[in-house]
Nanobody
């Protein structure tokens, strides 16, 4: 049974940092890409970042380039999203998702999300 569980969200001041974790189970992480997405109520879900399986290639939305870093630890079955220089517009529920390849439009399994609020 494929499961993904996000953690690490919370309240942070503008300019601060958070590290999100996506703990996985039920599949061999080495063979799968993991994407991070976010959604604000009433708005479409947005792709934030993705890390591929084979070469560990990474992808970022323009809005987070230079501020967010995605990484993976296959031994720990966990993928991380380090978020620095956070802005109020980064406020959203953040989700991780799994697929064979990175895609902003089609991922196969999703976690339930962790909320991030950037506010003073």
């Amino acid at each position: 049974q494929v499961q993904l569980a996000e953690s690490g969200g919370g309240l942070v001041q503008p300019g601060g940092s958070l590290r999100l974790s996506c703990a996985t189970s039920g599949f061999i992480l080495d063979y799968y890409a993991i994407g991070w997405f976010r959604q604000v109520p009433g708005k479409p879900r947005e792709g934030v970042s993705c890390i591929s399986s084979a070469d560990g290639g990474t992808y970022y939305a323009d809005s987070v380039k230079g501020r967010f870093t995605v990484s993976r630890d296959n031994a720990k079955k966990t993928v991380y999203l380090q978020m620095n220089s956070l802005k109020p517009e980064d406020t959203a529920v953040y989700y991780c998702a799994q697929a064979l390849k990175c895609s902003w439009h089609r991922m196969d399994y999703w976690g339930i999300g962790t909320p991030v609020t950037v506010s003073s």
